[in-house]
């Protein structure tokens, strides 16, 4: 490190920060604060320390380094050195209680919050913080060193079903009255009614005077119990009649074999890089930030479905299908000039707990065009089947751009199944 300072204080301050901005805030941070007053003064700069990122899984082409040695020196050193400069911070709920109690925040007014498995709730009379952490069923109590009065954006993001949406998420909310922009992501399981556009009404927008700027993605699901009257697409949309600032999103499924019905609201456009559980009722639209997406439906999802489905998601990288229903449409597909589909960017396919009649839309070049390198993950019966006991030339062009099958149900694979796929490492899952 020696050698590379003087190297660096050798330039002006100008190429510097250009050579600082193409690095990982993090790094910049991580690497230069505590070398020398100089390096100590530019890396203070705003353009560094304003929105400061410290999570591990940021996006599918970057992970950021947090390692316990690396939020250990950003606890004992870094923050404190920065913290009047901190603005914003994106935290994970793995890393929220070091980075929380490492110092004062006095010019904090943005909190984002990822992979909560974390329930919050703040008292900003006291300044207290309890984290209840009901995954692991332990409870957590901690303080932090001011009160956030001052908190203007919030953002909230849950991978895993939360049940403590009314308890727990709403209190919390309702305590933050100063927010002028929320952003909640969230997947909520509810016993009798759906997250709809009178709940958020209700329990959060008109308790938020100075809110201009909402932004959401909430799945919800509810128990069937032989209830009337259940809420269409178009009854929940109704309720949204009042908020004309956001472009609203719903689609409403009831699933009769599992009972359970679920409703996705979200504010368009489109912001997340995933989209789960897409049915036969998903409304389209173009959104162009998604790469990860699942199917799922107890009704067959048909040709045109999968059409659009490339349409709406033409980034899509990884996409898994759950649905055990045969097509309607297949005999008649046959005798159609039906559009080919493209997948030009898809890498992993999931068809695990796929009717073969979808194994047989994306492997059939009539139907599918695959892209090159895709990891496709298949029970062997069906593939079998599917491919005609691995002879059909019908299915073999996409098979033949596989790099990676994982095989379901088979412990040995016979050599003509590795002579059907030349070019393609076959594992036995």
Not at 79 to 99: A, H
Not at 147 to 169: R, V
Not at 198 to 222: A, E, G, P
């Amino acid at each position: 490190m020696e050698h590379s300072t003087i190297q660096l204080d050798n330039l002006p301050d100008e190429i510097l920060m250009m050579i600082f901005k193409n690095m990982s805030q993090t790094n910049v941070l991580y690497s230069l604060i505590g070398v020398n007053q100089r390096l100590n003064t530019i890396v203070r700069d705003s353009m560094f320390t304003n929105h400061l990122t410290l999570r591990e899984y940021i996006s599918d082409d970057f992970i950021n380094p947090s390692t316990d040695s690396m939020l250990d020196r950003f606890c004992s050193h870094i923050l404190p050195n920065i913290n009047d400069k901190i603005k914003r911070i994106d935290l994970d709920s793995s890393s929220m209680e070091r980075i929380l109690l490492a110092t004062n925040y006095p010019s904090l007014y943005g909190l984002t919050l990822y992979n909560m498995d974390i329930e919050i709730s703040m008292h900003y009379a006291t300044g207290e913080t309890a984290l209840t952490n009901l995954f692991k069923n332990q409870i957590l109590s901690l303080n932090i060193h001011e009160n956030l009065p001052n908190l203007k954006c919030f953002s909230l993001y849950g991978e895993n079903m939360t049940y403590y949406y009314d308890e727990l998420i709403v209190p919390l909310l309702n305590r933050m009255i100063n927010l002028e922009e929320l952003g909640l992501y969230l997947i909520v399981s509810i016993k009798n009614t759906f997250v709809d556009g009178n709940d958020l009404k209700k329990n959060i927008i008109n308790k938020m005077s100075r809110l201009n700027k909402f932004h959401f993605n909430i799945r919800s699901t509810i128990d069937l119990h032989n209830q009337i009257n259940l809420p269409s697409n178009e009854d929940i949309q109704y309720t949204f009649k009042d908020i004309c600032d956001n472009h609203i999103i719903s689609c409403v499924n009831y699933f009769s074999e599992t009972q359970q019905g679920q409703c996705h609201i979200y504010s368009y456009p489109y912001t997340l890089n995933n989209y789960y559980k897409i049915t036969n009722n998903f409304p389209g639209g173009l959104i162009k930030c998604v790469s990860k997406i699942s199917l799922y439906d107890e009704r067959p999802f048909e040709h045109e479905f999968f059409l659009r489905i490339a349409q709406s998601f033409p980034l899509v990288k990884d996409l898994t299908l759950v649905n055990m229903k045969p097509q309607n449409g297949k005999q008649t597909d046959d005798n159609q000039n039906l559009p080919i589909i493209e997948y030009p960017h898809l890498t992993t396919l999931d068809l695990t707990k796929s009717h073969l009649d979808y194994i047989e839309q994306f492997l059939l070049d009539t139907k599918t065009i695959l892209s090159s390198n895709v990891d496709l993950s298949v029970v062997y019966q069906a593939l079998r089947k599917v491919t005609q006991k691995f002879k059909s030339n019908a299915t073999r062009i996409n098979c033949s751009k596989l790099s990676c099958l994982d095989i379901v149900g088979k412990y040995r694979i016979p050599k003509y199944v590795q002579e059907y796929f030349p070019h393609t490492e076959i594992f036995i899952c």
